[in-house]
């Protein structure tokens, strides 16, 4: 059953809230408590469904865990060496860092394990990990480069110096968690800072982890000690609050508890040099990750080049910039965003399609986006239906737009938010959006 969210034009947004745990952080918790010695308490834990797959995952593989209960999860850690083989495949449903990551984990292990995933899932790149593990000693398979993935037991891995070839936070990661079952040190360098939270976690589950400038390194062997773990919420569900307050007039939100970790605020650095007005309140660490409050109110933007070292630093919120930028004054230009086209979909073609339909004039490069914003106009998006592609990101970035359409936008085949952002319309409602859930299915509308 596909479904589709209906949204009124108009309106703006306003009071606090907070949006869902952080789905790096989430899928993290479950895979280091899992191998941990001792039991890892979890709270904040993002009730999606791709962090839900990731621990359907553990689960087969012999891990015990309660929850998630109002954001609390229970994993009963197994230790380095505790893992069971599964006699079914594991299945990662959406969640491209559950299969990445869970490659470098299960690529050390004395059994066999098939990853499988869903329809979107089974098209992305997994060369990109399993060469580098290959090279580790690994015994990896997979149908041209996507999934489904074979991973076989292997003589033993032993650790390896490597260059990473793109800027990938899951490769890196994958890496660093087989270097945990490497003989010698496991050395990662990568092009351009990405997010660091399997470093941070790591540390705190007391298994040190070398950072040299572009370098991280780990030693095998090294046993993990279970913790407690507090998840922020995403900054990449902030986000569309983020832009949604900055272009709707009149706005003024505050977002609460927001993960602030200098790996992934690339998208307020970037709202900032638009001209937006992001205040963020009462810097605080918790569980060794910044957080903060964020209180955004609307602002005039304007078109800027984005800064190629941020784009890293802002990777997943592309789709909701490219709104921003559509809605600012002047020539909007992002290069060096080739990953966007290897996400859970195309997000450079499918972005630039949904802008083009609704009226904008928005050039897809193939590392990027042009796009002249009609900031000066009050109604920026004419009335139309976006196909998502089953794109969580670029379905709640069209709901956003809405909030300067002159007609109501339509976006289709939805049902995938709930992977990232559950209770996302609720939310979004309750800050001013005029959005409504129904079924794009024509008999269940008449029933
Ligand atoms: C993630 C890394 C990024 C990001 C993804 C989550 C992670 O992917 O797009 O949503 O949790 O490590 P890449 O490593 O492919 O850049």
Known sequence: MTSSFRV??????SGSLRVPGDKSIS????????????????????????????????????????GPTAGRVTVRGVGLDGLRGAAQPLDCGNAGTAMRLLMGLLAGQPFESTLIGDASLSKRPMRRVADPLTAMGARIETRDGCPPVRILPSGGLHGIRYPMPMASAQLKSALLLAGLYASGETVVVEPAPTRDHTER?????????????????????QRLRATSIDVPADISSAAFFLVGASIAEGSDITLEHVGMNPTRTGIIDILRLMGANIEVLASREVGGEPVADLRVRAAPLRGIEVPRELVPLAIDEFPALFIAAA?????????GAEELRVKESDRIAV????????????TPTPDGMIIDGRGGQPQVFGAGAIESHGDH???MSF???????????EIRDTANVGTSFPGFTTLAARAGLAIDVGAADPLRARS
Do not use: K, W, Y
């Open 27 to 66: 899928h993290r918790s479950i895979m280091l408590g899992a191998i941990a010695d001792g039991t890892t308490e979890v709270s904040g834990f993002l009730e999606g469904a791709d962090a839900i797959s990731t621990m359907n995952v553990f689960r087969a593989l012999g891990v015990a865990m309660e």
């Open 393 to 395: 990101r670029i379905s």
């Open 351 to 362: 972005m630039a399609d949904g802008l083009q339909t609704l009226g904008v004039s928005a």
């Open 327 to 335: 809605c600012a004054e002047g020539r909007t230009v992002v290069s």
């Open 201 to 221: 976690m790591l540390g705190g589950f007391g298994v040190r982890v070398e950072r040299d400038g572009a370098q991280a390194s780990v030693r095998g062997g």
């Open 8 to 13: 009124a034009p108009g309106g703006r947004l």
């Open 399 to 409: 709901a956003m737009a809405a909030l300067r359409a002159g007609g109501a936008l």
